[in-house]
């Protein structure tokens, strides 16, 4: 991101007068759609309240509870002093893993559900990590691997490497879009939902040892036997998942 | 749920609306608030909380801007626990992609990797019943071509059955979140519009016509080619 003292303030004529509804609400929307489409970029300084309010025909009360809603959402920060004001901001890690979480946790969705969910976006991305890989990402996720054969050693294997290893051979697709969605199945609240933080302690080391195949299979471009070993990783951790969960609901039956 | 407040602790120092959230956050992903439970009382979270009424306010405001809490005004109002809609993810994801420098290359063939693991669902698990919706939403679209009423909702509502044929929850809400902020439309620079909407409406029919017949390469290449149509993706 550029440095703040370089970045535009924004110029108001892209936004419209609001007629409609809740007004705060109608403000997010413009904000968000400015945002959306380029218009507003991370750094970049929102119009002042004084502005907003003449531009878009509402109180400073509507204004202020917009942006104070933009804030609460990760997309705007308000700086106090005398350089202050509202900014675009890059949300924060996790920003999509959080609305995922939500979205699966707060419904009744299965463990098993989410896994095969995860699945289409990491056995998709193999035939792309085959074909782009570069030996800097071999490396990388050797490295990962050396890290989990030493933590398994000393017993304290955490799984957090597991997700480590599968973000960064999706990374390794050279696709943000991708990368961004297997990172947001990878967020501790789906993990703790999937439960996977009970079973690593199993799949730590066949786990570990699946890992090195993957980069092995994937050093040598080799599509089918990537998604094979891929496929029956996390499909390992789903049957398992299915078989605790049949258990569970057998038990309480 | 809806009149006691002892599940919460007041809250000491940093920003106290920030903090709120969190514990109600906390409280909804342990399971202790569920979608459908109503919120004590600004009166009453104010004083569990030992906060004024205005910073509960502005939590609530914050957890309804993360659509997690809905209010409703009214004799049966207050504040309600939601679960999101697919929209929220949504519009996270697309919040994420805007700030990134992401090139339509790359959105449309996320959305072909999401589209073929759909696919690959549905060809072990469509129903009749899930045929048949989707042979009816070709249908109208035919139908509408015919009759230059076409809406586009039409292909979005195509590959939702299709996501809906994978029977799993997850799947298609996953599904429904990401379908947005992964549109072709916008990529598809190099059609007329027109074009683009006679050649979906067939592309879908030739999908739905591969996937009867769970013919799992033709239905494959099938999607491919739809996808692809127009980008520079080959």
């Known amino acids: 991101m550029a440095a703040t003292s370089s970045n535009q303030k924004a110029d108001t004529g892209m936004f419209r007068p609001v007629n409609v509804g809740r007004a705060s609400e ?98 998709g991305a193999i035939p792309l990590v085959c074909e782009r890989r570069t030996d800097e990402d071999l490396a990388e996720l050797e490295a990962i691997c050396a890290r989990a054969d030493a933590a398994l050693k000393q017993g304290d294997f955490d799984v957090r490497l597991s997700a480590e290893f599968h973000i960064r051979l999706a990374a390794s697709a050279h696709n943000t879009a991708i990368a961004l969605i297997v990172d947001s199945f990878q967020g501790p609240l789906l993990m703790s939902l999937a439960r996977a933080r009970d079973v690593a302690p199993t799949m730590g080391k066949q786990g570990a040892r699946e890992h090195h195949k993957l980069v092995e299979a994937i050093r040598k471009r080799d599509v089918d036997a990537a998604h094979a070993l891929m496929e029956r990783h996390l499909g390992r951790t789903a049957a398992r998942l299915h078989r605790r969960g049949s258990a569970a609901r057998g038990a309480a039956e | 749920m809806s009149s006691d407040a002892s599940f919460l602790t007041p809250v000491a120092g940093g920003r106290a609306s920030q903090q709120i959230v969190d514990q109600i956050v906390e409280l909804l992903r342990t399971g202790e608030l569920k979608a459908g439970h109503r919120l004590p009382s600004e009166r009453q979270l104010a004083e569990a909380f030992g906060v004024s009424r205005v910073t509960v306010r502005d939590a609530i405001r914050i957890l309804q801007a993360r659509g997690l809490m809905e209010v409703k005004v009214g004799v049966s109002g207050g504040a309600f626990v939601t679960a999101p809609t697919a929209d929220v993810l949504g519009e996270r994801l697309s919040d994420v992609l805007a700030m990134s420098d992401i090139s339509p290359e790359e959105v449309a063939e996320a959305r072909l990797v999401m589209e073929l693991g759909i696919l690959d669902l549905a060809l072990k698990r469509a129903t009749d019943d899930d045929l048949a919706a989707l042979g009816d939403i070709c249908e109208q679209a035919e139908q509408a071509m015919v009759d230059d009423s076409y809406d586009p909702q039409l292909a979005s509502d195509f590959h939702a059955r299709l996501a809906a044929a994978s029977q799993n929850w997850a799947v298609t809400q996953v599904a429904e979140s990401f379908r947005g902020p992964l549109r072709m439309a916008a990529l598809r620079e190099r059609e007329p519009v027109d074009d683009a909407h006679q050649r979906t409406v067939e592309d879908h029919r030739v999908v739905l016509e591969a996937l009867t017949e769970r013919d799992r390469d033709a239905a494959r290449a099938a999607m491919v080619r739809h996808l692809t149509r127009g980008t520079s993706l080959t």
């Open chain 1, 26 to 123: 109608d403000v997010v929307r413009q904000i968000k759609g400015a945002i959306h489409s380029g218009q507003l970029r991370p750094g970049d300084a929102l119009p002042s309240e004084r502005e907003l309010t003449g531009r878009l025909g509402v109180s400073r009360v509507t204004v202020r509870d917009a942006l104070r809603t933009l804030e609460a959402t990760g997309l705007v920060q308000i700086r106090v002093g005398a350089r202050g004001g509202a900014f675009v901001t890059a949300p924060a890690p996790g920003y999509v893993g959080e609305g995922l979480a939500n979205m699966l946790l707060l419904s009744s969705t299965s463990p098993e559900d989410v896994t095969e969910a995860r699945m289409i976006f990491e056995l």
